[in-house]
């Protein structure tokens, strides 16, 4: 087979790679992989095409134009390699300023010392025509041929590096990129061995064509550059939260341990397909309805019940290179079921505690209502009184008085010796009952001690406080205690007194008050006497109400 015949070969060489080149280009917005993967592509291309074009036309300016070309799709191949391995073996890997300039001045040096007629010599001496014309290499690409290697010799070290912790289908990829890359690199060597002894025919392309054609085939069948690994260092697997990262299309393309147990418990079996798998095939409808909800919440946090008992955080977050391009989706999940079943003790615990502490609050009202209370006739008791009284006084005034009514049963010693302490009991029971009838909303009705009583009226005056002594009389007189010895009636002497006019202090209106009672005694009972703290009152209520019993 003559020279001449391999053109075809090498053209379809730079065909594939285009073809490939291509396919990864429609996938550069996913991964910088692909984009480095089409340049690569195209350097194959233009070498190839350079191959087919000097071998199909054997004139001398194709001949002259083609050390330069060469040049141009070596290092790109290169310069494409590089990136992708390092893009590849590291996702957050990206390729700096100052390292594009490093890898774009190389070959740029000699592509242009290729083309002067000065300097091309030191990179390729120009073959004269004809097929079995010798190739001889300068110093230029001698040292270009070692920077390449140095420089591919990086790049699979990355790729080994990552095929040594890859799994799954990551793993078959790099083992796809470094096959390819371990050919196009023995069948470079072999060229540049045969071309030392004089031949000039570079089946480099030969090699690439294989090599496009399978990564053809990987991008295919095994999905290259489709699913597209995240930086390992934002998935944990330390953790003990399920950490999966899902793209945009839903695939699962990495997870922690942890996720693996968690979706073994969900579904157990699919542990060996999940990389590569549809989320909703590998987790189930009703977790991924879950996961779509918590997508949906502008916080990208759910809580939910998930099975009966079975509770789940679910924490969603987006992933997105540095362009801002999404990547995919980090979802968090974390089994709180028994954090669940813990605050829900708590909550009913809190339920219970506050159902106690309601019927303690109204075992302690009661109490405190006891300690104010007169157990005999359940009215207030001295020290409510004082209480109350002391603070009608501090907010009385000249137009808003505070009046008190003293009532005292008339002979009460006498009706506890005729009928008995029960019946006495009875009576003052009676008479409380009559107090309390008389009063209005706000007034305080208390049992001063023994069968003394007292009424007090915020916002009365002395005369309002008189009538309203005499209807507490009336109705004393009217009431009617059976005994066993026959009925007990009683009849009550009232005193009448207004503070501050008759006494500025609890002490001293109760005293004024008492004093009327003894003048209302002293008149003959069953009466109302007013005190007379204010000559202008002191005789008129008395004359009109003292009514003593004849």
């Known amino acids: ?93 990206r390729l700096a300023r100052r390292t594009a300039v490093l890898l774009a001045a190389e ?30 290499f300068g110093p230029l690409f001698l040292a270009h041929t070692g920077w390449s290697y140095l420089l591919l010799g990086a790049a699979y070290l990355h790729l080994f590096r990552r095929w040594r912790v890859a799994a799954g289908v990551f793993r078959s990829q790099v083992s796809v990129l470094l096959g390819t890359a371990l050919l196009s690199t023995v069948g470079n060597v072999l060229t540049l061995a045969a071309q030392d002894d004089g031949h000039r025919l570079d089946v480099t392309p030969l090699f690439f064509l294989v090599t496009g054609l399978v990564d053809c085939w990987a991008l295919f069948r095994l999905g290259l550059l489709r699913l597209v690994p995240v930086a390992r260092e934002q998935v944990v697997d330390t953790v003990p939260d399920a950490v999966l990262v899902v793209d945009p299309d839903g695939r699962v393309i990495d997870l922690n341990p942890a996720a693996v147990r968690m979706l073994e418990r969900m579904r157990p079996g699919v542990a060996d397909d999940i990389v590569g798998g549809v989320l909703h095939e590998v987790a189930g409808p009703h977790a991924v309805t879950v996961f779509g909800r918590v997508a949906a919440e502008e916080d990208g946090h759910r809580v939910a019940e998930v099975a009966p008992g079975v509770w789940l955080d679910v924490r969603d977050s987006a992933v997105s290179d540095p ?62 009184l004082d209480r109350t009284l002391s603070a009608a006084l501090t907010a009385a005034s000249e137009r808003a008085p505070v009046a008190v009514v003293m009532v005292d049963v008339d002979h009460f010693k006498s009706v506890n010796d005729r009928f008995g302490h029960a019946v006495g009991d009875r009576v003052l029971q009676a008479v ?118 004849g």
């Open 1 to 93: 087979m003559t020279l001449q015949s391999w053109w075809a070969v090498f053209a379809c060489a730079a065909v594939v790679a285009v073809v490939t080149g291509a396919l990864a280009w429609r996938r550069r917005s996913r991964t910088p992989a692909a984009t480095a993967l089409t340049v690569t592509m195209a350097g194959i291309a233009i070498w190839s095409a350079a191959d087919a074009v000097v071998y199909r036309f054997d004139a001398e300016p194709v001949l002259r134009a083609y050390p330069s070309v060469l040049m141009a799709g070596v290092g790109l191949v290169v310069a494409g390699a590089y990136v992708l391995a390092r893009t590849v073996s590291d996702p957050s890997w």
């Open 432 to 549: 409380a009952g009559v107090l309390t009838g008389a009063a209005r909303p706000g007034d305080t009705v208390a049992r001063l001690g023994g069968e003394e009583f007292v009424v007090v009226l915020p916002g009365a005056g002395q005369r309002e406080a008189a009538l309203r002594a005499e209807e507490i009389r009336r109705r004393c007189a009217a009431l009617v205690a059976e005994s066993g010895s026959g009925p007990c009636s009683v009849t009550v002497s009232a005193g009448v007194a207004e503070g501050p006019a008759d006494g500025a202090d609890p002490a001293a209106l109760l005293a004024a008050a008492d004093r009327a009672v003894y003048a209302a005694k002293a008149a003959g009972r069953d009466c109302v006497v007013v005190a007379a703290g204010r000559p202008e009152l002191a005789t008129e209520p008395a004359a009109e109400l003292a009514t003593p019993v």
């Open 107 to 136: 070959p740029l040096v000699l592509v242009v010392a290729a083309s002067l007629p000065a300097t091309h010599s030191l990179v390729m001496a120009r073959p004269e025509s004809g097929a079995t014309s010798e190739v001889v």
């Open 323 to 384: 362009r801002g391009r999404a990547l995919g989706r980090i979802v968090v999940v974390r089994d709180v079921s028994e954090q669940q079943a813990r605050q829900r003790a708590v909550e009913l615990l809190n339920e219970k505690l506050a159902e106690q502490v309601a019927v303690i609050e109204r075992l302690r009202a009661g109490l405190a209502e006891e300690v104010v209370r007169d157990p005999l006739t359940g009215l207030h008791n001295r020290r409510h």
